[in-house]
């Protein structure tokens, strides 16, 4: 391109430049999923092969992306374990001088890879295995609004076979309680008050006078102050901020404790849906009769003493039972009650499709304690990652209402781009083909300039000489 003929193509090319990190963004927002041996990808190019755009915002059903890469996990876990050379992947994969491969040379006659799939069963997974690995799943059913995949609707069956399979990501506590004093408020508050909960995220002092606010005026001359001798744990401070600390300031008040959760998750799907599980201890009634408790009970009152004979009470033959016509339970019974205490994704069955860059997937995972006896390094990973959480937390705001402008509308109405569809790495390919063009036209550019202004200063110094 160092020809006089594509002096204007450079300057398209180096006007481009700028919209690189977006062209990367997309493109990486498009990335094909394990589960996926090849995806086409709607694109806008500029005519003269300037840039190229990935057209496509990839909403998914939340459920379904979630037992996806559920499965992916169980899939890929027993590859690690099954292969004898697993190796990783090292990062760069090529030098930074060296162009990109080109797509029809080197790729376009390679197989791809097989797509990693989890082997459903065709009769625990019926409702499911006919779509769950497609591209967007239930397109064209009654489960989906339409091409524009903005609303979902799934039944009882598919969401409770999604669930099974979205197990392996989600939390084994099903109490609330389980996270007490490690929850976003308790973050706030030992951020506040410059302290560490055993396991948590460490910071920066919030306020800097935490020590020396008052030196005139301590424990030892103060007559309304009560004095502990003994060491006060963090976990008081943090639970109880103005009982137990000196100056509380910007704290957030947790709630003591929730309603306890008795739900007991079963995983025996012969189980029925009412049984008795061991761990519920039985209660006695032993000891518990009231003080106020008439002489003769209701209960002798109405079918006579315990010496008489029990068989002389019969309850009339028109009297029918409440609902003796339906059944206890029926084959979903057990799904429904499992469903009824999910967790997010799996507590509803219906609502909008999501960016899938946008569902979070093991977030909950460092959202509790590290599992004991791990190493260091996973320590200080949940560490890093309850840290940036909290200050994201922090920071947040709402948005503000602001005109919606797509940048790809405006850019398809010129003359200067089209649109096609495209191997997702052939478009890849040609993003690095670009930037590779940018920042060599680039280099070259500022190189000439720098090489004209030492000879334009040579000159003018030799003129004056």
């Known amino acids: 391109m160092s020809n006089r003929k594509f002096r204007n193509d450079k300057r398209v090319h180096l006007g481009a430049l700028k919209y690189v990190p977006h062209a990367v963004m997309k493109l ?3 990335i094909p999923f394990p589960w996926e041996q090849v ?12 840039i190229t755009f990935v057209n496509e915002i990839p909403r998914v059903v939340e459920p379904i992306y979630h037992a996806q890469w559920s499965s992916m996990w169980l899939a890929m876990r027993r590859e690690k374990r099954d292969r004898r050379h697993f190796k990783r992947m090292r990062f760069p994969p090529f030098d930074d001088e060296e162009p990109p491969l080109d797509y029809g ?17 065709e009769a625990e997974d019926a409702p499911i295995i006919d779509w769950f690995y497609d591209a967007r799943p239930l397109l064209d059913t009654p489960h989906v609004n339409g091409p524009s995949y903005k609303y979902w609707s799934l039944p009882l069956p598919v969401m409770a076979n999604l669930y099974r399979l979205g197990r392996t990501l989600l939390s084994d506590h099903t109490d609330i309680n389980a996270s007490y004093l490690f929850d976003k408020n308790s973050f706030f508050t030992a951020k506040a008050l410059n302290m560490a ?24 001359n103060d007559i309304n102050k009560v004095i502990i001798r003994q060491q006060i744990r963090t976990e008081y401070k943090v639970a109880f901020p103005h009982l137990y600390n000196s100056l509380p300031r910007s704290v957030t008040i947790s709630p003591y404790h929730a309603t306890k959760n008795v739900y007991i998750r079963t995983d025996d799907p012969d189980l029925p849906a009412f049984y008795f599980d061991p761990l519920i201890n039985p209660i006695s009634l032993r000891g518990a009769t009231p003080k106020n408790a008439p002489l003769v009970s209701h209960e002798d009152a109405i079918f ?4 008489e004979d029990d068989d002389d009470f019969e309850l009339p033959e028109e009297l029918i039972p409440f609902l003796d016509e339906k059944p206890l339970e029926n084959d979903i019974t057990s799904d429904a009650f499992a469903l009824w205490w999910a967790p997010e994704p799996y507590c509803r069955r219906s609502g909008h499709t999501r960016r899938a860059q946008d569902i979070p997937l093991v977030k909950n995972w460092y959202l509790e304690h590290c599992p004991p006896n791990q190493p260091v390094k996973v320590r200080v990973s949940y560490q890093k990652l309850l840290k940036c959480f909290v200050l994201n937390e922090l920071k947040s705001r709402s948005e503000k209402a602001m005109t919606k402008k797509n940048l790809f509308r405006q850019l398809k109405g010129t003359k200067f781009f089209q649109t096609t569809r495209l191997d997702w790495v052939e478009a890849g390919l040609q993003v690095c083909r670009q930037g590779y063009n940018m920042l060599n036209l680039l280099i070259h550019r500022k190189v000439c300039v720098y090489h004209t202004f030492y000879q334009k200063r040579a000159d003018l110094a030799h003129f004056r000489t």
């Open 304 to 307: 006579g003493p315990n010496g």
């Open 105 to 121: 040379d080197n790729v376009l006659d390679v197989d791809p890879l097989e797509a990693i799939q989890l082997d459903l069963d």
């Open 197 to 220: 909960i055993p396991g948590g995220p460490k910071f920066e002092p919030l306020y800097r006078d935490m020590d020396n606010y008052d030196e005139d005026w301590n424990e030892f």
């Open 28 to 30: 990486l927002e498009n």
């Open 39 to 50: 995806r086409e990808v709607p694109v806008l190019y500029h005519i003269t092969g300037a």
